[in-house]
């Protein structure tokens, strides 16, 4: 299963010895990990003045809207609106798990290969990589259980639409 929490196997973090993730080596930690071909879609983002925090790096809830706005790209390269209207279903977030990988920095441009795994009648994950497009360092992954949600008619959960199931096949 892609998803796993784990303790990690890491003797020495990303940024060394001395960075403070290294007190982290043995705790349990989120494992999201996804073949290549699960990917179908792609959009790139800059890092902006507002996206970055004290250490000088993107802020984490600032990488959290931006696989927010991959996955709202992506829908609507599917023909799939969020919001939904009365004929189709929108969707609710379920869920959402990050892992961050290493740092980006101001100005970078960030690549967010999105696709869909774990299929139900309901919706399914859409699962998101960030790339530092400058040097192909993995930033961060993410994944977002969505369910269809009739918000113009029962107000329950709806069915996927075709459009969104027959892009994880």
């Known amino acids: 299963m892609p998803l796993s929490l784990a303790p990690t196997t890491d003797k020495i973090p990303p940024r060394g010895r001395d960075h403070p993730t290294a007190r982290l080596t043995g705790m349990a930690r989120l494992k999201l990990e996804y073949p290549d071909q699960a990917y179908t879609h792609s959009t790139t983002l800059q890092v902006r003045f507002d996206d970055i925090n004290a250490g000088m790096h993107l802020a984490h809830d600032r990488l959290v809207s931006f696989v927010a706005e991959a996955r709202s790209r992506f829908l609507e390269h599917l023909g799939i609106s969020e919001i939904g209207d009365e004929r189709t279903p929108g969707v609710i977030v379920s869920d959402l798990a990050v892992v961050y990988r290493a740092e980006a ?3 970078d441009t960030l690549r967010l290969d999105s696709g869909i795994v774990d299929l139900t009648r309901y919706g399914g994950d859409v699962i998101c990589r960030v790339i530092r497009e400058s040097d192909g360092t993995l930033v961060g992954v993410a994944k977002v259980n969505l369910v269809f949600f009739d918000y113009h008619g029962s107000n ?10 027959d892009a994880a096949n």
């Open 156 to 165: 329950r959960p709806a069915p996927a639409p075709a459009a969104f199931t």
């Open 105 to 107: 920095r101001l100005r």
